[in-house]
């Protein structure tokens, strides 16, 4: 876990040494001053995480510094340190801001609670902040529509890597829901009440995306007014979901490397090594062997991505599901823009059907909603959704085409090879999806191969 920066003010130097000593032996960072307008010109300075200062000080004193801290960086905490008959100073620097106040005397091990105290209150703040943020974002395990032995495959996965700390690569086309399942798996897991933290690599140039992944030191470059927090510490304890990894530009890929390895980076112009239990989670919709052969990818970073291997099946694999997906997102929309639409009629389940989704489930999706959009109530029909002319011709079950002509030895080959992959390979699957036995299977597959 990443140690937080402290700031210590004091203008008596017992004291002063005798707080930064019982945090330094907490392995806390920490930085001292000797006077209030000392600390107050630190943090104008730095961004520190806790600022623990004495009340009585000259010219400058503990309040001085509090209003400091709070122009500076309101997200600093403040722990006032008081003798017992100025109290009632103290309760008023709580009223000002201040997070805490301590009474002299005290213990190391008091002192180290109430910093830890301020320091829970600081992640707690930060982690409400990002919840906030996304609580619109829809999040159902039970949105993941699917019962076709490629999706149940995928659930058991699932729930088999949600404990894992191994980074996961969930690869699969566009619109076929990557993002969904990093979620089920963040939430199906041990770390469902931490946060989890989504980046979109292709939305960054290198230099933003340096600095949202890792957080910058105040001053590093033009306009850090202050230090920020990469994604990576606030996703600590958490999920890390690096969406659409195949667009991190090359010279950023060795600092991501080293972090996945190690557990630990810098920000953009530190030099204190941070280190995080954070579990990370990609999805790509590109070739990645493509690009390591082609040099736009890291061999060795690709290979530290993909020890979990997630594939998601487009639409035209899974087509028993678009029923199911069909009523779902019908009542869904239904519902959320008051209309009292029956249900579809047979001819548009048809088009749907064979119709090839190339935008897989968010296409389907979409379709729909404009479709319930635009009508009031009734039934739906095929011709609400202009899919005629896409419809995949003379096709069977699954999307294979079959050209006029085509032999049958021809086509029953390719049916196998089809639904092979669509099983991911699985013989066992396949050859149950096509009512034969595992050997007549794997007498097809050598005949084929001889």
Known sequence: MAKEQILVVDDEALMREYVEEALVRAEYRVDSVASGSEGIAAVKRETYDVVVTDLKMKPDDGIAVLNAVREANPDTHVIIMTAYGTVESAVDALKNGATDYILKPFSPEELEMTVERALERKRLERENRYLRDVVNETYDFESMIGDSA?????YDQVRRVADSRSTILIRGESGTGKELVARA????GNRRD???????CAALSAGLLESELFGHEKGSFTGAHDRKIGRFELADGGTLLLDEISEISPELQPKLLRALQERE???????????VDTRIICTSNRNLE???ENGQFREDLFFRLNVIPLRLPSLRERREDIPALMDYFLE???QENAREIDGYTHDAREAFHQYDWPGNVRELQNAVERAVVLHMSGFLDGADFNLDGKRTSASMSGGVAVPVGTTVSNMEKELILRTLEHCGQNRTHAAKMMGISVRTLRNKLKEYAG
Not at 150 to 154: A, G, H, K, N, R
Not at 185 to 188: G, K, L, Q
Not at 265 to 275: A, D, L, M, N, W
């Open 150 to 154: 490629v999706m149940q495959d995928l």
């Open 332 to 334: 869904r929309f239904a």
């Open 265 to 275: 980076f810098e920000r953009v112009g530190g030099t204190q090594s941070i280190q």
């Open 194 to 200: 931490r946060p989890f933290i989504k980046v979109n």
């Open 290 to 292: 493509e690009s390591v």
């Open 185 to 188: 798996v963040h939430h199906a």
